[in-house]
């Protein structure tokens, strides 16, 4: 992954700032069920989201909040590109929700603020409007509830 790209990830920007020695191919363990079928997206966002400034060294950009307006003020991007880069982000997390659940959890995990977001997003747009038991359903969760609980939250 190039430099810039992974510069996006707050915890391997900090892990380089606190060792800069360290060797470009460490390894940083994730949970088990974790797919390792997430990373090529993770390499794919942050590779569309690198940015890098005159010279080519990386500055940061997670196309979200102040950050962004921040970034947006200073680059050279026009209002298309921008637009554009909405699009290509809703268009990425158009996927199921087992590997959407693992690209949301690497992303909780090396502090990817922009894909965080974007996958947070998406989750809360397929929940909107579903009862408390296609939710779950969707989420894979277990109904915990007993029977008087149930209907005590429905009355």
Partial sequence: MPVAAAMLSTAIRNMFDKYPSIDHGGVI???QH???????KVKEYCTKHAKVDDKGNPTVSTNTGAAAAAVAASS????????????WDKEFVNMEVKPLHD?????????IKG????TCRKV???LKGKTSEEMRQILNIRNDFTKEEDKAIKE
């Fill in 34 to 40: 974790v797919s390792s079928g997430v990373f090529p």
């Fill in 103 to 111: 690209l949301l959890l690497v992303a909780h995990l090396l502090d």
């Fill in 29 to 31: 363990e994730l949970p």
């Fill in 124 to 126: 809360a747009d397929m």
């Fill in 76 to 87: 050279s991007s026009t209002d298309d590109e921008e637009e554009d880069l909405k699009n």
């Fill in 115 to 118: 894909l965080f977001d974007i």
